[in-house]
């Protein structure tokens, strides 16, 4: 019996120490353990990464403040021919002719480029017809292209006109030599593109005067 109650005192004795042995860990030192956790075994937080198609506002390009022209519109101006024909003395001198033999246009030589606003353009028709002028702008909406085409000019040969831009832009301009009694089927029809600048950069001494 001895025996026994002399193993049954070990046997506490153990346990107990033990359970001294698995108590909890004190706040500062669970803290110090935290601190030095392998990186292998943190929680992974993503970082986000803006994205590259964010919207950028438009800016100024050569002149236009249109959207299209500041996303690097790239308007496809109309060469002058090669073989440019002499009109004179019957048409004014011209910055240079746009033609394609047939009929053909160009900017009265008292300015130096197309601006938005009331421009003098000069027409030479050798396909005899009426006159009829319209435009677009390529680069961005706005309004069309206003023209004064008038009478006494004939029907062939010189023909002047006004041309007026409601807006700067890249253009494209449209002349056909029609049958006055079927003006809806074109007899003759040239197009050339050109660029036009703000009305505010023209200088004051090439102002419109009709």
């Known amino acids: 019996m001895r ?13 107990s120490l033990l359970l001294t042995s698995c108590s909890v860990i004190p706040k500062s030192q669970e803290a110090k353990r935290s601190s030095t956790v392998p990186a292998s075994e943190t929680t992974f937080v993503p970082t986000l990464i803006p994205s590259t198609a964010a919207v950028t506002t438009p800016t ?37 002719w746009y033609g394609n033999g047939r009929l053909w246009a160009g900017l009265d030589a008292a300015y130096d480029h197309w601006y938005a606003g009331g421009m003098k353009v000069a027409w030479y028709r050798i396909t005899p017809g009426t006159l009829l002028v319209e435009g677009r702008r390529l680069d961005a909406a706005a309004g069309s292209l206003k023209s004064d085409v008038p009478t006494g000019y004939g029907f062939s040969g010189f023909q002047s006109t006004a041309l007026d831009f409601p807006t700067e832009g ?24 050109v660029t036009v600048l703000p009305d505010a950069s023209r200088p004051a001494n090439l102002r419109w005067n009709p």
């Not at 025996?3 to 346990?15: C, K, W």
């Not at 890249?170 to 593109?193: L, Y």
Request: a negative charge.
């Open 3 to 15: 025996r026994v109650h002399y193993f049954s005192i070990i046997t506490l004795t153990l346990v």
């Open 60 to 96: 100024t390009t050569t002149g236009l403040t249109s959207t299209r022209a500041a996303a690097g519109f790239n308007c496809p101006i109309t060469q002058y021919p090669s073989d440019q024909p002499n009109f004179s003395p019957e048409a004014p001198p011209v910055l240079g």
């Open 170 to 193: 890249c253009w494209e301009v449209t002349g056909k030599a029609v049958d006055a009694a079927v003006s809806t089927v074109a007899k003759e029809e040239i197009r050339f593109v």
